[in-house]
């Protein structure tokens, strides 16, 4: 059973960089890991996500050209490198993982809140 654990929140000031980590564990193979976000009661959006296996990667246009994620595969670690941060990224940051081509993600970490001050 696949568990997940993020790290490396915390305030940071606009234009800065963070990078968040989330280790697993469990047998990834075949599944999507997932960065997402959410403000107060608002939907959790996916930020960028990675195929396991493939290492494929993708990043919503929100951050395209900010945000990055990246694994290791043998750490079985996946890093959401986010720089240039702005105000507006101020989120709880959840990474969650599910079945390649399953439409929700499944399992989920408890999140870690970023802060970016201006």
């Known amino acids: 059973q696949v568990q997940l654990v993020e790290s490396g929140g915390g305030l940071v000031k606009a234009g800065g960089s963070l990078t968040l980590s989330c280790a697993a564990s469990?047998?990834?193979?075949?599944?999507?890991v997932g960065w997402l976000r959410q403000a107060a009661k608002n939907e959790r959006t996916v930020v960028a996500a990675?195929?396991?296996?493939?290492?494929?990667?993708y990043v919503a246009d929100s951050v395209k050209g900010r945000f990055t994620i990246s694994r290791n595969y043998a750490e079985k670690t996946v890093y959401l490198q986010m720089y240039n941060v702005i105000p507006e990224d101020t989120d709880v940051y959840y990474c969650?993982?599910?079945?390649?081509?399953?439409?929700?993600?499944?399992?989920w970490g408890q999140g870690t809140q970023v802060t970016v001050s201006s």
């Open positions: 969650a993982t599910k079945p390649r081509g399953a439409a929700e993600y499944t399992r």
């Open positions: 469990g047998n990834l193979d075949y599944y999507v």
């Open positions: 990675i195929t396991w296996s493939e290492g494929r990667t």
